[in-house]
Structures are given as structure tokens and as C-alpha cells.
């Protein structure tokens, strides 16, 4: 069964139902499936209020692939280049906490992040700044990323710290 088709299938089916103009590519990279999805008037329908539709979009899709492929698909959708201008947002945030540590000594706590998030966000923190470290500590809604220099960073526990989200 060719995964492509099918997960363009699955999105074509689940957009049909959400809007009515919008075109579907699908791409394999480095194991990974992105849905990128071309919808003009009608992407905020798609993405939601602070990206919420399009990660339970993505969570939805990944269930129904692995019903239909029994095996786990890792998917990206993204709607008009969200997932890019998201990203830089995301840098933004990560780079004046990064400052805030950088001049205060003190560790800044981000909250209210997807574990995607997260990852970017930590990802900009370690290749950008080599003082500082990043990690996620909490669990479920309560988990939150902290950057820190990584002079005070704490010794990690697998339970509460995890370096990479």
C-alpha cells in the first residue's frame, strides 16, 4: 500500500468535510510525512485558534493511518507555510527568554507549549547559545521548557527533566 496516496486520500477526505477549496501534497522526509495543504481563504478554518485545528487535524490523521497501515506514521501538516512562520515566532520567544537569562542568571520558564514547540524552541536554544542549556520538566498540560545557563542547570532525572521534547 503506498503511504503517500493514502494519507493524501485520508487528508483530501477530512478537508472535504471542513472546507471546499484547498490543494493536498504529500512528502516524505527523513521518515517523516508532511501534509503541506494550499488553502487561501479558508486556512484559519484549518489552522484554529493558536494552531489547535491543525494539531488535532494531524493527531486524527496519524489515528486513522495506523488503524488503516497497522504501524505508526509520523506526520507534519501544515497549512500556507504556518508551520514556518510559527517556527520563527517560536524563535523569537526562545531568544528574548534566552536574553532574560542571559542577563538576569536566572532560568525562565516557558508554559502552555505543544511538545513540538518545545522542541523547536530548544533546538534554537542550543545551537544559538552555547552558554545556555534547555529542558522540559512537569508533565502533561504542566509541562513547561526552562533555559537556564547551563552552570546552574540541575543533574537530570529521566522522571521531571528530559533534554530533548
Not at 71 to 77: D, G, N, R, T
Not at 113 to 140: C, D, P
Amino acid at each position: 500500500m503506498d503511504k503517500i496516496k493514502t494519507i493524501k486520500t485520508i487528508a483530501e477526505d477530512l478537508l472535504g468535510k471542513m472546507i471546499n477549496k484547498f490543494e493536498v501534497e504529500v512528502e516524505e522526509k527523513e521518515g517523516m510525512f508532511h501534509v503541506i495543504i494550499k488553502a487561501d481563504d479558508e486556512a484559519p478554518t484549518i489552522i484554529g485558534r493558536h494552531g489547535e485545528t491543525i494539531r488535532s487535524l494531524q493527531k486524527i490523521m496519524e489515528v486513522m493511518l495506523y488503524k488503516q497501515l497497522n504501524e505508526p506514521v509520523s506526520l507534519l501538516v501544515n497549512v500556507n507555510d504556518y508551520r514556518e512562520k510559527q517556527k520563527e515566532r517560536l524563535e523569537a520567544i526562545a531568544a528574548d527568554a534566552a536574553e532574560r537569562v542571559k542577563s538576569s542568571r536566572q532560568p525562565s520558564y516557558l508554559r502552555h507549549f505543544s511538545a513540538y514547540e518545545r522542541r523547536v524552541m530548544h533546538e534554537y536554544v542550543t545551537q544559538n547559545n552555547e552558554e545556555l542549556t534547555s529542558y522540559s520538566i512537569g508533565e502533561g498540560r504542566d509541562r513547561r521548557l526552562v533555559i537556564d545557563l547551563k552552570e546552574n542547570a540541575p543533574v537530570t532525572t529521566e522522571s521531571t527533566i528530559e533534554t530533548t521534547v
